[in-house]
């Protein structure tokens, strides 16, 4: 397996513009999730989905973030519209069922720069 | 108080030198995951444990529930070790993962 596949894996954009993310999980993972890690806060996260269902979005920061997750092998987060603070690397990650015994696997990440 | 605390927050080692990063928690967990990110940036996952010790390679993970403590030893360290070591810890009530705030290691040849 290829692993979780992240794109862009570099985006800069400027102020205002939208950017949306992409992740493919690792097949056959039931849980998907959207970390952001900045150096001021670290990883934080965002939001995570259970058979494409967003389980928990508390970790969004407002509402210019949105997640969504169309299918079990394919999810979006948008950022729309984007301002310099949300600049940050955004992880990806999957796993199989939640409980105490699997892991998450991450994806490479997407740098993102917002001038 | 954050509810995961590593220590140190930077460890600068020669090659060769056995590390050991600590991890302590103050919540309730059902699982504890190591992670290693390299300069480039990916996240790579070491461990997931609930118990007891695991080893891969050179590198062991240990936890104490009761003590709610875990450690990553690295033995025979090498340069190519020199990474930020992240333990994270999955709340048992809400399954939510709390992040430590990392262990920066250098590894110097």
């Known amino acids: 397996d290829a692993g979780v596949i992240q794109s862009p894996r570099h985006e800069v954009t400027e102020m205002g513009q939208e950017v949306t993310l992409r992740c493919k999980p690792i097949?056959?993972?039931?849980?998907l999730f959207w970390y952001r890690q900045t150096m001021m806060r670290g990883l934080e996260l965002l939001i995570y989905?259970?058979?494409?269902?967003?389980?928990?979005d508390s970790g969004m920061p407002e509402d210019r973030f949105s997640a969504k997750m169309p299918n079990a092998s394919f999810s979006t987060l948008k950022i729309q519209p984007s301002e310099p603070r949300d600049s940050a690397v955004y992880f990806c990650a999957s796993s199989f069922r939640l409980a105490g015994g699997t892991e998450q696997f991450f994806g490479p990440g997407t740098r993102l720069t917002v001038l | 108080k954050n509810e995961v605390e590593q220590s140190p927050q930077n460890l600068t080692a020669q090659e060769g030198e056995f590390i050991t990063i600590n991890c302590s928690y103050s919540v309730g967990i059902s699982a504890l995951h190591w992670l290693q990110q390299h300069p480039g940036g990916g996240i790579v996952s070491l461990f997931m444990l609930s118990s007891g010790k695991k080893k891969h390679g050179r590198l062991i993970a240990t936890i104490n529930i009761q003590e709610k403590h875990s450690s990553l030893h690295i033995t025979a360290s090498h340069p190519r070790d020199s990474a930020v070591y992240i333990c994270?810890?999955?709340?048992?009530?809400?399954?939510?993962?709390?992040w430590g705030a990392g262990t920066k290691l250098i590894i110097k040849p």
């Open positions: 097949s056959g993972h039931d849980y």
């Open positions: 989905f259970n058979n494409n269902v967003p389980i928990d």
């Open positions: 994270a810890v999955l709340m048992d009530s809400n399954y939510q993962l709390i």
